[in-house]
């Protein structure tokens, strides 16, 4: 069963910690994607990785930090430097001919 | 300016009906352009793409490029109350290299 899983479905951070959203994907795509949604915006993109041990930082990477070890992983650290977390994180991959991008289910950060 | 413009709606239609949905960009040198449609709480999913001038069709959807207008739409004919989602517009190519840029989405609804 192919795709992309994303884990917690909810996570809730405290002040001042860092937490990690988990994304994999077994599609053997080679880029791989983060986005945050704030409720009735567009996708804005934190970070995306082209390649295994490489990675760019999108429109508003500040606050956000991710890895790329592995070509089915990129997991998105959000650090206590990131002063307004509370919003829906999306990880995508792309592949194929026009590297068309998926997108997993999604994690709901939220503050205590 | 913004790169990729969606009306924001909602747009409201009766169930039969065709919807008609609409997005404008600003990079000329985009090339490819897709369509998301996004259910509340949920990830996006793809709808279709489209990277020639002229319309695709795909069931009962119909993408449109007018590259010279700078301009795409996506047709829904035979509305469903399960088509109720946003519908997110998103542009690859030009200066964005391989992302994609998002518009703000369109929210639609289809009353029975």
């Known amino acids: 069963d192919g795709g992309i899983t994303q884990s917690p479905k909810y996570l809730f951070r405290k002040e001042g910690q860092n937490v990690t959203l988990s994304c994999e994907q077994n599609?053997?795509?080679?880029?791989m994607y983060w986005y945050r949604q704030d409720p009735g915006q567009g996708l804005r993109l934190i970070y995306y990785?082209?390649?295994?041990?490489?990675?760019q930082k999108g429109d508003i990477a500040e606050g956000y930090s991710v890895s790329r070890e592995k070509k089915e992983s990129f997991p998105l650290t959000v650090t206590s430097a990131q002063k307004n977390p509370t919003a829906f994180y999306l990880c995508?991959?792309?592949?194929?001919?026009?590297?068309?991008?998926?997108f997993g289910p999604g994690t709901r950060l939220l503050v205590l | 300016q913004k790169e990729v413009e969606q009306n924001s709606g909602p747009l409201s239609v009766p169930e039969g009906a065709i919807a008609s949905l609409n997005c404008t960009y600003s990079?000329?040198?985009?090339?490819?352009f897709f369509w998301y449609r996004q259910y509340s709480g949920k990830s996006p999913e793809l709808i279709m793409f489209?990277?020639?001038?002229g319309d695709k069709e795909d069931g009962r959807f119909t993408a449109q490029l007018n590259k010279a207008s700078q301009y795409v739409s996506l047709l829904i004919r035979d509305s469903q109350p399960s088509d109720s989602a946003t519908y997110l517009c998103?542009?690859?190519?030009?200066?964005?290299?391989?992302?994609?840029?998002f518009g703000q989405g369109t929210i639609l609804t289809v009353h029975p």
């Open positions: 990079d000329r040198g985009s090339q490819s």
């Open positions: 599609l053997n795509h080679d880029a």
């Open positions: 990785s082209q390649i295994v041990n490489d990675f």
């Open positions: 489209i990277y020639s001038n």
């Open positions: 995508a991959s792309s592949g194929g001919f026009e590297e068309t991008q998926y």
């Open positions: 998103a542009v690859k190519g030009g200066t964005s290299y391989g992302k994609l840029t």
